[in-house]
């Protein structure tokens, strides 16, 4: 994509080259794919390459780099959640580098108004990676029921996380704000002797923590690299030592 004068249509097909090498990556390569996203590796990304290939790589260490970068550290969360969610993550993420990096390219090759909006109307035509991965590519109609369905489910998985100090622990099933204040003072007790499950530690309590959903231990989101906004994208949250029994069975 070197020189000068590119066109929207040279634009267009850097980005269904790179489109189609991470939709391989996500769909048929998938077991490559999961086994190279090791978690106990550095950050990894996984970039589309301009011959439909993939690649899971580290960042570049130019900074600033010469192009945008897909988001990094994808294979940290990769044993903290369902295949299936891991991947429709890694998808979106893809989407954004995607149109991040057509949109540098229509801003470096100085495309006007006119320019700008064909080519986002072209990019516009085809399915998101996300979708693609998610099986949802055939009736747009459907995207106001499927929001409330994803809401539904971001508030369940909200359920098994918490801030000590302002939650309380809660039961599989969403339970609403305004609960029994007995209830409330039974499990602000049972928290105050919880122990993160991989430090062994109680304090912290101004920390972030999260529930495994199988041995329903505690643990600090530093000490199992999960943050806040990855844990809104987890359905079922399995601890490290679960994931790996799981695996060995």
């Not at 939650?167 to 209830?183: I, N």
Request: glycine residues 6%; aromatic residues 8%.
């Amino acid at each position: 994509m070197e020189g000068r004068g590119r066109s929207v249509e040279d634009i267009f097909e850097d980005f269904k080259s790179r489109r189609a090498g991470i939709i391989k990556a996500l769909t048929v390569d998938v077991e490559d794919f999961y086994r190279q996203c090791d978690p106990e590796k550095e950050n990894l990304c996984l970039y589309g390459l301009l011959n439909e290939k993939w690649e899971v790589n580290l960042p570049v260490e130019e900074v600033p780099p010469e192009l945008p970068e897909p988001v990094l550290g994808i294979n940290f969360a990769r044993d903290g959640m369902q295949e299936k969610d891991w991947l429709s993550l890694v998808a979106v993420h893809s989407d954004t580098w995607l149109l991040s990096l057509a949109f540098y390219f229509g801003a470096r090759f100085a495309f006007d108004r006119t320019d700008r909006k064909r080519l986002f109307n072209m990019i516009n035509e085809l399915p998101t990676i996300f979708e693609i991965v998610n099986g949802s590519t055939k009736k747009p109609a459907k995207e106001k029921s499927s929001v409330s369905n994803n809401s539904g489910s971001k508030s369940k998985s909200s359920s098994k996380v918490r801030a000590p100090e302002t939650q309380s622990r809660l039961p599989k099933a969403l339970q609403p704000k305004d609960e029994e204040e007995g209830l409330e003072e039974n499990d602000d007790d049972e928290h105050g002797e919880a122990m993160c499950g991989a430090c062994g530690d109680n304090d912290g309590t101004d920390e972030f923590w999260i529930c495994c959903d199988i041995c329903e231990k505690w643990f600090h989101g530093k000490c199992v690299k999960i943050t806040p906004a990855r844990a809104e994208h987890i359905k079922q949250y399995k601890c490290p030592s679960c994931s790996s029994n799981k695996r060995a069975r």
